[in-house]
């Protein structure tokens, strides 16, 4: 069994920062590409960002210069540090991260529960 598990979440003003945390624990024998989407009320979700094994990122435009991700391979954990909030981005995000345990053949995606972001003043 794998589990993602995020952290971070809350109330923050506009202007304010955030930082989530996503942990993967279970059978792992490895994780490739790991990713936060997010999805608000009404509106499908979306790539926020993601980071392959060996550090190279993407970002949706939109948050381009604001949000980092990053990742700790030993922790097998999953970063996103979102500065400069704004009140569009307020959504439920959710981590996500392909894996391979350690009786499969092909790796997977496995999905966080989500964590709610609220940009408001």
């Known amino acids: 069994q794998v589990q993602l598990v995020e952290s971070g979440g809350g109330l923050v003003q506009p202007g304010g920062s955030l930082r989530l945390s996503c942990a993967a624990s279970?059978?792992?024998?490895?994780?490739?590409?790991m990713g936060w989407y997010r999805q608000a009320p009404g509106k499908q979700r979306e790539l926020v960002a993601a980071?392959?094994?060996?550090?190279?990122?993407n970002y949706a435009d939109s948050v381009k210069g604001r949000f980092t991700i990053s990742r700790d391979n030993a922790k097998k954990t999953v970063y996103l540090q979102m500065n400069s909030l704004k009140p569009e981005d307020t959504a439920a995000y959710y981590c996500?991260?392909?894996?391979?345990?350690?009786?499969?053949?092909?790796?997977?995606?496995?999905w966080g529960q989500g964590t709610q972001v609220t940009v408001s003043s």
């Open positions: 996500n991260a392909n894996i391979k345990r350690r009786w499969d053949t092909l790796s997977s995606d496995y």
């Open positions: 279970g059978s792992i024998f490895s994780i490739n590409a």
């Open positions: 980071i392959t094994s060996g550090g190279s990122a």
